[in-house]
């Protein structure tokens, strides 16, 4: 065998590494409807009707809930979108992004 025919090539591996990812989470308060936790789940994270129901109850019975988990520029945008429609509608609904 020829040097050629013994030389392995092994694929290069890329630099870059996938980014950092942080959960999304809902806080409990006694103000907040519950439907209106569910709308906020349906239109903000993209979450059925029963999968919105079930995160809303989580939220009730714990304190908190993880709505979804995103890269950071996502998580705070959709933090941000779930608090301005919330101070729009009246409501105190919190929502918190923390690192995974």
């Keep these: ?43 903000f994270f993209s979450k059925s009707r029963e999968q919105a129901t079930q995160i809303m109850l989580k939220v009730h019975r714990e304190g908190q809930a993880v709505c979804g988990i995103y890269p950071k520029d996502i998580a705070e945008t959709k933090m941000e979108q779930v608090v301005a429609f919330s101070r729009q509608n009246e409501h105190p609904l919190r929502c918190v992004m923390e690192e995974m």
């Excluded at 980014?19 to 439907?35: A, C, H, I, R």
């Design 1 to 43: 065998m020829t040097a050629a025919e013994k030389t392995v090539i092994e694929p290069k591996k890329s630099g870059t590494k996938p980014p950092d990812m942080f959960k999304v989470l809902l806080l409990n308060d006694d103000f907040t409807p519950m439907e209106f936790v569910v709308v906020v789940l349906e239109r």
